[in-house]
């Protein structure tokens, strides 16, 4: 059984830098084709696409946000972190880690974690 | 980094068949056959409905169908029921791994 949860502070104030961690299990991040990506949702808006790693580390990032983001992995302990720096108050959202299996698509989802930016 | 365009509401009624458009440009929809769909319900995380254009995940029922046609893909719901609506989200690879999502559609049924 396949599984996603992401975590992380609810609360960030601007300016600082935001790390959440995704926790799956059900699947190995070492395995050829399997890779995790990252996506928002601002309240009421849409799914914004923000990063992906792969099962050989290459590592994708939105262009609108690439100076901000990093993704990284740690396969031993079936986890992906997402780091967004300098946090601004329109980054506050829901962000989702979510399984790809040798297709690009979003087979599996976490729950999401809400995040609010604000002093 | 535009979103694809999707209409902001569609509706229909119990039994009915309706079609969510999503329309992108050749450097996403147009050029690539990975396009997906994604369910949400309200409070929930998204669910995968199609995948690579038109094809279903085991569980997904088969009155969901998707299409392409040049830079618009569709997802047609065939038998409308109350439990279809939700928001609906296309996604298009866009290429040096990277995606987009579409502005997303509130299927609401009568």
């Known amino acids: 059984q396949v599984t996603l949860r992401e975590s992380g502070p609810a609360l960030v104030k601007p300016t600082q830098t935001l790390t959440l961690t995704c926790t799956f299990s059900?699947?190995?991040?070492?395995?050829?084709?399997?890779?995790v990506s990252w996506i928002r949702q601002p309240p009421g808006k849409a799914l914004e696409w923000l990063a992906r790693?792969?099962?050989?580390?290459?590592?994708f990032y939105s262009t609108s946000l690439k100076t901000r983001l990093t993704v990284s992995k740690d396969t031993s302990k079936n986890q992906v972190d997402l780091t967004l720096s300098n946090m601004d108050p329109v980054d506050t959202a829901t962000y989702y880690c979510?399984?790809?299996?040798?297709?690009?698509?979003?087979?599996?989802w976490g729950q999401g974690t809400l995040v609010t930016v604000s002093s | 980094q535009s979103a694809l365009t999707q209409p902001a509401s569609v509706s229909g009624s119990p039994g009915q068949s309706i079609t969510i458009s999503c329309t992108g440009t050749?450097?996403?929809?147009?050029?690539?056959?990975?396009v997906s769909w994604y369910q949400q319900h309200p409070g929930k995380a998204p669910k995968l409905m199609i995948y690579?254009?038109?094809k279903r995940p085991s569980g997904v029922s088969n009155r969901f169908f998707g299409s392409k046609s040049g830079n618009t893909a569709s997802l047609i719901i065939s038998g409308l029921q109350a439990e279809d609506e939700a928001d609906y989200y296309c996604?298009?690879?866009?290429?040096?791994?990277?995606?987009?999502f579409g502005t997303g559609t509130k299927v609401t049924v009568l």
């Open positions: 996604s298009s690879y866009r290429g040096s791994g990277t995606y987009v």
């Open positions: 050749s450097s996403d929809v147009g050029a690539y056959n990975y």
């Open positions: 979510a399984r790809m299996s040798g297709g690009l698509f979003l087979d599996y």
């Open positions: 690579d254009v038109n």
């Open positions: 790693i792969d099962w050989d580390d290459d590592k």
């Open positions: 059900g699947f190995s991040l070492s395995t050829s084709g399997m890779c």
